[in-house]
């Protein structure tokens, strides 16, 4: 109950409720007490311990500060606080829709066709992917499987079906969102979409101010470089459905897969555990990130070539004259 809802109560009511929530809060203290004397040490579920805490923390009377994540000094119990979570039996997987999210059938409307073409590389490509669903979702329209960006800095011609299973992501979401494979033809002839662009963090608002007329009126609408982020701003249901697409609707495929398994069986073989790393220590990045790393004029040449494919980075970045600094 919120501190609002709390007081709206108290003066509504004749002095009965207050000993009994008095009461059930005051238990609730003593268990949270107990509860963190119990608990020896912040682990990875730190998260979780915090905001069963919060409510204790921001109480003057008991103050149960939780230190940051403790990295465990030589003979450590990494075992313990690293690799597992003594909390986890208390996780629940929080994607499914709720009762009162429509299913897609009912308020897709036929005439409607949205199409997005993806932008860099395939982490921000897989989040593009997962923001359209939601924006066809939004537009109550009919997605057309989306086209990767086969022209990034990677030069990856691969297509949506040989990196992902095309068939369990169209049917893992067939509720939510209507996906097909290609655009229907119109009078046995191939139809160009309308394409248009968005503004960096366009809202569900935005979406449906700038999107819908030309859907519309044009009945297809393609956004082109769809790389931004759905404001965070975004209903339960919405984000809900983000997490339906990335973490169950977007299966690699088997190839995939496989070729990932072995990589974790030769890791495994070596130790119980490890750690995947990614450096991301390539041209692009370096180049982006306006940053001299010590290459001398060869690199100030060649990060400035790559800087000048960015229109948006500011110009003194992209000409070769600039000496950027360490950092
Ligand atoms: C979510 O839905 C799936 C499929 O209907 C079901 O198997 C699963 O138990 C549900 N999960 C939760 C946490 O309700
Ligand atoms: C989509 O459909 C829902 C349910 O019928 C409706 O409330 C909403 O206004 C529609 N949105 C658009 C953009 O057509
Ligand atoms: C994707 O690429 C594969 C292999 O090159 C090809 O067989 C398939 O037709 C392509 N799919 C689409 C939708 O372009």
């Not at 109560?9 to 003593?30: E, K, M, Q, W, Y």
């Not at 909390?87 to 999210?101: R, T, V």
């Amino acid at each position: 109950m919120g501190a609002a809802a709390f007081h709206r109560r108290r003066h509504r009511d004749n002095g009965r409720l207050i000993p009994a929530i008095s009461a059930v809060f005051g238990a609730l203290l003593l268990v949270f007490v107990l509860f963190s004397f119990l608990t020896p040490s912040p682990t990875d579920d730190e998260h979780l311990l915090h905001d069963l805490r919060r409510p204790v923390v921001n109480d003057a009377v008991v103050n149960v500060e939780v230190s940051g994540f403790r990295v465990p000094t030589s003979g450590g119990r990494l075992d313990r606080d690293i690799w597992k979570s003594r909390m986890s039996k208390f996780y629940y997987g929080c994607s499914n829709a709720s009762k009162k999210f429509p299913e897609a059938e009912g308020i897709t409307h036929s005439n409607r066709y949205l199409l997005i073409a993806t932008s860099g590389g395939l982490n921000q490509q897989r989040t593009g992917i997962t923001d359209a669903v939601v924006v066809a979702r939004i537009l109550n329209a009919t997605l057309v499987v989306p086209k990767l960006d086969q022209k990034s800095f990677w030069k990856d011609a691969s297509n949506f079906s040989e990196i992902f299973d095309v068939d369990w992501f169209i049917s893992h979401l067939s509720k939510d969102v209507k996906i097909i494979k290609e655009l229907p033809t119109r009078a046995g002839k191939i139809w160009t979409p309308y394409t248009m662009r968005v503004p960096r963090k366009c809202s569900a608002r935005c979406y449906q101010s700038r999107v819908l007329p030309n859907l519309l009126k044009k009945h297809a609408v393609q956004l082109t470089k769809f790389d931004y982020r759905l404001s965070n701003k975004l209903d339960t249901d919405l984000q809900k459905l983000r997490c339906r697409v990335n973490y169950h609707a977007l299966k690699f495929t088997d190839p995939i897969i496989q070729m990932a398994e072995k990589l974790v069986h030769r890791m495994r073989k070596r130790s119980k555990h490890y750690i995947a790393l990614h450096l991301r220590f390539e041209p692009d990045m370096l180049a982006f990130s306006g940053c001299y790393y010590g290459g001398g004029d060869k690199e100030r040449k060649e990060l400035g070539g790559i800087r000048k494919r960015w229109k948006t980075l500011h110009e003194i970045l992209r000409t070769q004259a600039y000496h950027s600094s360490k950092c």
